[in-house]
């Protein structure tokens, strides 16, 4: 069972409020069909690529109208039955002021006896349905008090972080400048955060390593900003953790990443405008406000780092081609349609650390001044 | 095999003549025998050409020579194979032999260690009708001789050389005697020999020949010792018995084996395969030189005579129609013939039309008999046989029968067992070159719900028997491993398997259906209480409101069940 975490009230009561009406009038509905001696069914939103559209103005993925509904027959009695259970201990876990990681519900699920969920991928699954068939409502996981089980990346500079203490509830204020070497970390749910900062922008970082390069030289104070490590695509909470910073703050994004089809098309896709088969929770979990610093085709050139680059291999053309192709985010945006060209014209990649060609330090000294001289140049 | 018999007519008399004439497998070298018997004429008498010197150089190979030589085509190639085709020829004996006597085979296999541990002694006892005092030598100890050479009939030996050469090779390989206790009847003694073979002239050498007491009042004992190796597994002596059960469920045999461990394959039926009827020849099944010997060594006089009598389905309008077409006089006398008058007679013999052999010549196992010797053995759930209609190749009449053991406790992970008959004699070597196993690589398993490796036997738990029967199996050698690949013998066989196939689909599906059913009922008790708990969890409801929610919901589920099925 989730950990029973005191008799605190609720942070948010009336969108707990929501939660239990909403799990209560799904099952509600269960109810009334089968005392009418009818099939009930639960629908679901499709999740895939296929069911997004890409509308400018709103900025991220939205899900399209694709529903699969899933009727209750012999074959498909265990799937509901589980359904059914998870909803029963999301109620419970609101009412109660609780959370479960994926991996603690899979284990909560070890009590049903014959329901129980063999593996995880099964609970991961019908725990995706039932929050892509609660996104409809506007009830996220975390509402459902189902949180991730990963932490997000590491942040660092003039930011300052006010949580809470998890057992006594006393305001807690974090200053990120105050971690010597090392760095505050986004934990897996960020809805109570409030921020304080000066900073001018938000870098968000593909790897650990360029991070520590910018953080050990004093970068974020020197240029003003926050920088944020994603570790590739970034994870739910790191992209909640940006959006909140981005709108709270009101605060541009930057993204910098490595120069290929990955860097691209994965984790900048993501950190913007969501994912494919995540698409019922985008609205929450993308920043819309990000945009591309680099490292893009463009700069190969421009920073002359030709000699420094690594062909383009099958699986990159094809990935590249594939967003050209498939991406409703690219594919309306023509001068992502030009950097994919001249990537795949060009045929290599290149990572952030080429820059290091010139130098450890020209990244800091040289590379992101320049870049930041005119953001407006980025790409979106 | 038939070339090295061909070469040596001085040696083996009138017997090589006829191993020559009978081995319709091997045009080239039956030819070379006819070439031969050719040479006797005038080029032999006088004269001092290089033939004639080469002639003085020209001298007998003993047959102990030839049988080193060869010992691999006739199953002796090394001691562990030795041990098994020794066996396997003195049992193929004893039941042909009971089999023609109309006696319930009683067999009883022995195998004795020695001191030393690369020799064992050879213990094969039967209920047959025995063998006449003055044959015993000849049989058991002379190369070549017996009474199967000379018929086309449904038998397990053909040759007349296994059981002589079983006994060669222990002479060979140890220098010990063959002995045999042979009875004919109650009121006949038994005769105990021990037996040797000259091996430079092809006879027997008795070296002891007396009355003894024995409690059988007909049958035959051998015993003999032979350098080998004993082993178990697919290969063995335990594994060919075990299959010679499955092809005769008539026969009762008991084993004992080195290490005294013994074992009973009981009979499964008490009635005898009928007697198959000996077959003249076929005139399509016939080589030239078979065409020549038999001339030779036939009654009738004059070319037509010869043709109508010697010859299945040859009527006097037949007969009349090859000799016309051969260009040669109906009443041209046989021994007159010249040899390529004989060649065009052959051709002619080919090209006349002539209704095909008689076929009730063939004895099948049968469907009830292959399926009650596959049930002694094979620990499986179903059991399926198919005896096909009688077929034709090359003038030879055979039958197919396919048998399937399904399920069980047969090895679901490993390739199927095939176990293989020719005219109910298992065949355990030479698998990948034998026509059942490509029929069965080049049937799609996959059709039947079977996976299959590509261009291999089927993954399943299942043994596919697969039996010949004809009066000239047409092996791939004399050692009578493998059956050779004719495409009338590879198509039945096919269609055979394909038909096994149909019938497994069928009850593959049938007993995932029964599984599912099972299941999907089971699905029902197993989560209907969890549904409506977990419908209580989120809405708490009353005893009342949850009954009639469950007994909704198991009717609703019921429903859907029945729909799926």
């Not at chain 1, 099964?122 to 039932?130: A, H, L, Y």
């Not at chain 2, 046989?334 to 013999?349: D, P, T, V």
């Not at chain 2, 028997?465 to 050779?484: C, D, G, Q, R």
Request: aromatic share 8%.
């Amino acid at each position: 069972m989730a950990k029973k975490s005191g008799k605190h009230k609720s942070a948010n009561p009336e969108l707990d409020r929501v939660t239990v009406q909403c799990i209560e009038k799904v099952a509600g509905t269960v109810l009334d069909t089968i005392q009418k001696k009818k099939q009930p069914e639960l629908s679901f939103p499709v999740r895939s690529l296929s069911n997004v559209d890409y509308d400018a103005k709103k900025g991220f993925f939205e899900l399209g109208d694709s529903v699969s509904t899933r009727t209750l027959t012999v074959n498909s009695v265990k799937t509901f039955a589980q359904t059914l259970k998870l909803m029963g201990l999301s109620k419970q876990m609101v009412e109660e002021d609780n959370w479960a990681t994926k991996r603690e519900a899979y284990y909560v699920s070890k009590n049903w006896k014959e329901a129980r969920f063999l593996e995880q991928p099964e609970s991961d699954t019908v725990m995706d349905d039932i929050e892509a068939m609660f996104s409809l409502h506007g009830v996220t996981r975390e509402q459902l008090r189902f949180v991730p089980d990963e932490h997000g990346g590491a942040v660092a500079g003039e930011l300052t972080v006010i949580d809470r203490d998890p057992t006594t509830h006393e305001p807690i204020e974090i200053d990120c400048t105050k971690f010597g070497t090392g760095a505050y970390s986004i934990p897996s749910s960020v809805e109570h955060l409030k921020f304080r900062t000066n900073a001018k922008f938000i870098l968000a970082i593909e790897t650990g390593g360029m991070f520590q390069r910018l953080q050990s030289n004093g970068y974020p104070q020197e240029a003003h900003c926050i920088i944020v490590s994603m570790a590739g695509v970034p994870t739910r909470s790191t992209r909640r953790f940006l959006r909140r910073l981005s709108d709270d703050l009101d605060l541009p994004v930057y993204a910098f990443v490595d120069c290929d089809p990955y860097g691209i098309a994965n984790i900048y896709r993501t950190l913007k405008v969501g994912s494919g088969n995540a698409a019922h929770i985008n609205q929450f979990f993308c920043v819309p406000r990000a945009r591309f610093l680099g490292v893009t085709p463009q700069d190969i050139l421009d920073f002359k780092l030709q000699d420094a680059t690594h062909p383009l291999q099958e699986v990159d053309e094809k990935r590249a081609r594939d967003a050209l192709k498939n991406d409703p985010f690219f594919k309306k945006n023509k001068a992502w349609v030009k950097a994919f060209e001249q990537m795949l014209t060009m045929k290599v990649r290149a990572e952030q650390q080429a820059l290091t060609k010139w130098g450890l330090n020209y990244v800091i000294e040289n590379y992101l001044p320049r870049k930041l001289k005119s953001p407006a140049t980025f790409l979106p | 095999m038939t070339s090295t018999v061909a070469g040596q007519r001085g040696l083996f008399g009138e017997e090589a003549g006829a191993a020559a004439a009978a081995g319709p497998r091997d045009g080239a070298s039956l030819k070379k025998g006819a070439g031969g018997a050719a040479a006797d004429g005038p080029a032999e008498k006088g004269g001092d050409t290089a033939a004639h010197r080469l002639a003085a150089k020209q001298r007998e190979i003993s047959v102990s020579e030839f049988f080193t030589k060869n010992r691999h085509l006739l199953g002796f190639d090394n001691p562990r194979k030795a041990l098994l085709t020794a066996i396997k020829e003195a049992v193929d004996n004893s039941l042909d032999a009971c089999e023609e006597a109309g006696i319930l085979p009683d067999v009883r296999v022995e195998i004795l260690p020695t001191p030393r541990d690369d020799r064992f002694r050879v213990i094969v006892e039967d209920n047959g009708p025995g063998i006449v005092k003055q044959q015993l030598p000849h049989v058991f100890a002379r190369l070549l001789y017996g009474s199967k050479f000379h018929v086309l009939k449904q038998q397990r030996g053909q040759q007349g050389i296994g059981i002589s050469a079983a006994a060669m090779y222990g002479q060979l390989t140890t220098g010990k005697p063959l002995s045999v206790i042979s009875r004919i009847g109650k009121k006949h003694p038994a005769w105990y020999v021990e037996l040797k073979i000259d091996t430079a002239k092809n006879r027997p050498e008795v070296l002891r020949e007396m009355e003894t007491d024995w409690d059988k009042e007909h049958g035959t004992r051998i015993e003999l010792e032979l350098e080998a190796k004993v082993q178990k597994g697919k290969q063995s002596v335990d594994e060919y018995l075990l299959q010679t059960a499955i092809a005769n469920p008539h026969v009762r045999l008991e084993y004992k084996d080195w290490d005294g461990q013994e074992q009973v394959f009981d009979r499964a039926t008490k009635t005898l395969p009928p007697q198959p009827t000996q077959i003249q020849p076929h005139p399509y099944g016939v080589e030239v030189g078979m065409l020549g010997g038999m001339m030779k060594t036939t009654e009738a006089k004059k070319l037509a005579a010869f043709l109508k009598s010697d010859f299945s389905r040859v009527s006097p309008r037949v007969a009349e129609e090859i000799c016309e077409l051969a260009k040669v006089s109906p009443d041209a006398r046989l021994s007159g013939l010249e040899a390529e008058q004989i060649e065009r007679i052959h051709q002619a013999m080919s090209q006349v039309k002539i209704m095909a052999p008689a076929t009730d010549c063939i004895v099948p196992i049968g469907e009830a008999g292959l399926v009650a010797g596959m049930k002694k053995v094979l620990p499986a759930e179903l059991f399926l046989a198919e005896t096909r209609a009688p077929k034709i190749y090359r003038g030879n009449p055979f039958v197919v029968e396919v048998g399937v053991a399904w399920g069980g406790e047969l090895p679901a992970e490993e390739p199927v067992r095939l176990v293989r008959f020719a005219n109910r004699v298992p065949l355990l070597y030479q698998q990948g070159a034998c026509v059942t196993t490509k029929s069965v690589i080049t049937t799609d398993w996959r059709n039947y719900l079977l996976q299959q490796p590509k261009d291999a036997l089927p993954v399943a738990p299942m043994a596919i028997v697969v039996h010949l029967a004809s009066a000239w199996v047409p092996f791939t050698s004399e050692a009578k491993e493998a059956i050779a690949h004719y495409p009338e013998i590879l198509k039945e066989i096919r269609l055979s398997l394909m038909e096994m196939g149909r019938k497994i689909a069928t009850h593959i599906r049938k007993t995932r259906r029964a599984a599912d059913e099972a299941k999907k009922r089971n699905y029902i008790d197993m989560f209907l209480p969890t549904v409506v708990a977990a419908l209580h969890e989120i809405l708490v409801l009353d005893p009342p409101t949850q009954e009639k929610a469950a007994k909704n919901l198991r009717d609703i589920l019921e429903a859907t069940r029945k729909q799926n099925v």
